[in-house]
């Protein structure tokens, strides 16, 4: 590898991943005289959905100094404390998947052991009514959390429901006015080093030819520079994942702004939907080895509502990733490094992850083989645990209904997820791994949701008595109800967030 030191840097392709690379180089990079550049093809367009987050996102935000009420006006966004997840444990079972914590700890204790004492001995309050962000959801509320953490409302954690389209264009003007040069037009050639194979440039049809020291692949699901050129294999996860099919069908907005997606299951995989200002996002997620797609859409238009506000726009995918992430002299960032489905709205996360990795890792001396390294070990981490958090919402069912169903109840899992799903059942113990996205909340919720309970519980819990446990989990309920019902409706924080925002969004 070349220990050329970089002074130019390409991103290929301006979706999301391209836009969020952009802007992340030209506030950080681009300042210590490296340049970027960025092509993209208007003819080729991007693949246009990809609507809800996880919290991470404000991090990113927070880092190039784009404020919330700015980010929520430009996108046309709306705010998220979680995802219902409904007809997954069974047909007519639902759950909230929060992201703030559930309980407070007590001796500390992780809450769900007292919650689960409890439980053991006949108290059916379900793990929701202790979680902030759970009733405030179910009550249709929001507001940011409180700084004081012995308020219950200091647990309100949130991501966002956003245009992606909206989200690249402002990223776009961020980074051009930052310096970044955008090329339009297509790729047609990659030219390499006879000897060492890292990219020299990029030719486009019009005959220009872009030279760069360091190259980003944002061309999406085709992988032109990582898959096309470089040859770094593709691991395919449908054995565990079987949904490589997507619809997507934008509907009028309703009459209130629910904050939180819906996941609901179906036949042969799931409906998204996704409340925005201005529209909702809706789309059906499935399986093409258990259904077809005339079905598929038959399916989706039968259980949406609202006036439907575009054709429908099919997806095809592999869910897996590269086994490298970054080769020689191109680091591959967004669908062309991978690709899982929405279930848990990780890709933008994912995208982030590489950005903020690359940051941490830019290569300002020339390409180090260790530095590579670490980044694909980060990289190919995030993407194996989030697999596991996903396949474990369609094994642990006891749904039978349909040959997909049967198919994801009974298939093999990787061990790693067994192990897991083990040492939850027995004493309710949970570990996260190191970086995981996806802690304590995330899984209990899930695990919950879908009907896996533990049989017992950490001993520390017994040292509560009885009555007392009682009463502090009534308190608990109480004052999460209490604070949901001050909170003010979704749709008026929104109208508040708009009025403080500098900048204003094209629908506004
Ligand atoms: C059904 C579905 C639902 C999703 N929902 C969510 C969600 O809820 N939350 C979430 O976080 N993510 C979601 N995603 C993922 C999200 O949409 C993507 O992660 C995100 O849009 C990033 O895409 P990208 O920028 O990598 O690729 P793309 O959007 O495909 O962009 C590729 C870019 O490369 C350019 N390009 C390609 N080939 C060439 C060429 N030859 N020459 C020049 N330019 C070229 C294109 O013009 C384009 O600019 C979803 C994805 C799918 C498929």
Not at 16 to 43: C, H, N, Q, R, Y
Not at 261 to 282: C, D
Not at 408 to 432: H, K, Q, W, Y
């Amino acid at each position: 590898m070349s220990a050329r030191p970089v002074s130019k840097v390409l991103i290929a392709g301006g979706g999301t991943a391209g836009w969020m690379t952009a802007a992340a180089l030209s506030k950080f990079i681009l300042p210590a005289g490296v340049s970027v550049e960025l092509v993209e093809s208007d003819a080729i367009g991007t693949v246009g959905v990809g609507e809800a987050s996880i919290p991470g996102i404000a991090d990113f935000n927070r880092m190039l100094g784009i404020s919330e009420p700015d980010f929520i006006a430009a996108t046309r966004g709306s705010f998220k404390l979680g995802i219902e997840f409904v007809n997954w444990g069974a047909i007519g079972e639902s759950y909230l998947h929060p992201f703030g914590d559930y309980g407070f700890a007590l001796q500390g204790e992780d809450f769900h052991h007292f919650w689960n004492r409890a439980r053991l001995h006949g108290d059916a309050h379900a793990l929701e009514t202790y979680s902030m962000c759970c009733m405030a959801a179910r009550a249709g509320k929001f507001m940011l959390p409180a700084s004081d953490l012995q308020s219950p409302v200091s647990q309100m954690r949130h991501a966002y429901h956003f245009d992606a389209g909206l989200y690249a264009r402002l990223l776009r003007s961020f980074a051009e006015r930052r310096g970044v040069v955008r090329r339009e037009g297509r790729i047609s050639g990659i030219e390499r080093d006879g000897q060492s194979g890292a990219i020299l440039a990029l030719t486009l049809d019009d005959g220009s030819r872009l030279e760069a020291d360091l190259f980003v692949d944002c061309t999406g699901f085709r992988g032109l520079l990582i898959g096309d050129e470089l040859g770094v294999a593709y691991e395919d996860w449908r054995q565990w994942l079987p949904c490589d099919r997507a619809i997507a069908l934008p509907t009028a907005r309703g009459e209130t702004t629910p904050p939180f997606t819906r996941a609901t299951a179906r036949e042969a995989g799931w409906q998204w939907r996704i409340p925005l200002q201005h529209r909702v996002g809706n789309g059906y997620v499935y399986s093409s080895a258990h259904t077809d797609d005339d079905r598929a859409l038959d399916v989706l238009t039968r259980n949406m509502d609202g006036n439907v506000l575009a054709e429908p726009n099919r997806l095809r995918f592999t869910p897996g990733r590269r086994t490298r992430f970054w080769e020689k002299n191109c680091v591959a960032i967004g669908l062309s490094s991978g690709f899982l489905e929405p279930l848990e709205s990780t890709s933008i996360q994912l995208i982030q992850e590489g950005v903020s990795k690359l940051l941490a890792l830019f290569p300002r001396d020339g390409m180090s083989p260790l530095e590579t390294k670490r980044y694909n070990t980060i990289m190919a981490d995030a993407f194996d645990y989030i697999r596991d958090f996903l396949i474990l919402h369609y094994h642990a069912t006891r749904r039978d209904d349909s040959p997909f169903w049967n198919h994801v109840r009974t298939m093999d899992i990787p061990d790693s997820l067994a192990e897991t799903l083990d040492l939850f059942r027995g004493n309710g113990r949970f570990f996260a791994h190191k970086g995981d996205l996806f802690t304590l909340t995330s899984w209990l919720a899930v695990m919950v949701g879908q009907g896996i309970e533990p049989k017992a519980y950490s001993p520390v819990a017994d040292s509560l008595a009885s009555a007392e446990l009682t009463t502090t989990l009534k308190d608990m309920r109480e004052t999460y109800a209490l604070a949901a019902s001050k909170m003010p409706p979704h749709d008026a924080f929104i109208a508040h967030m708009l009025k403080k925002a500098s900048i204003q969004g094209e629908h506004a």
